[in-house]
C-alpha cells in the first residue's frame, strides 16, 4: 500500500524555508525572503549593451529586521521596486559584485509583491558593505 506524505503532491515542490537577511553567505543560492525596499535607483548601463537586449537595472536597498542587502532588479523586476514596498523574493542568489555581496533573482526566482510587513527595517547592518577576499586554498 503506498502513502504519500502531505505536501509532496506535486514531484520535487517542497514549503519555501524563509531566510532572514542575515543568514546570507557568498554564493549561496535557493533563497527565499520576505524583504522591505528602502531605497532604488535606476542604474545607467554603458551604451551599447544596453540596446542589445533593452536591460533595465536598478540597485535597491533591501532589508528585514536582521540587516539589509542590495537586491539587483531587472527589467521587469524594476518597476515593483518602490521604496516602502513589502517583497516576498523566491528562489534568490548571491552574486558577488567587486569584493560584495548582491542579491539578485534570476530566470528561475519570481519576485511577488506582498502585505505590508510589521516589521522595521534594521538598516545599520548592511550585507552589501561587507568586502569579501577570494582566497584559493591549496589542497596537500
Not at 66 to 85: C, L, S
Request: with cysteine; net charge positive; charged share 30%.
Amino acid at each position: 500500500m503506498a502513502t504519500t506524505q502531505r505536501g509532496e503532491g506535486k514531484a520535487g515542490m517542497k514549503k519555501p524555508v524563509f531566510t532572514k537577511v542575515d543568514q546570507l553567505k557568498p554564493g549561496t543560492t535557493g533563497h527565499t525572503l520576505t524583504v522591505k525596499i528602502v531605497t532604488a535607483k535606476t542604474v545607467a548601463l554603458p551604451k551599447g549593451r544596453a540596446q542589445l537586449r533593452h536591460t533595465r537595472i536598478a540597485e535597491c536597498l533591501v532589508g528585514d529586521e536582521t540587516g539589509t542587502i542590495i537586491f539587483t532588479a531587472r527589467n521587469d523586476q524594476v518597476d515593483m521596486m518602490k521604496p516602502d514596498t513589502t517583497v516576498i523574493l523566491r528562489n534568490a542568489k548571491i552574486d558577488m559584485f567587486k569584493g560584495s555581496m548582491r542579491l539578485a533573482v534570476d530566470k528561475w526566482g519570481r519576485v511577488e509583491v506582498t502585505e505590508p510587513a510589521e516589521f522595521i527595517v534594521k538598516e545599520d547592518n548592511n550585507l552589501s558593505l561587507v568586502e569579501y577576499e577570494l582566497v584559493n586554498v591549496v589542497a596537500e
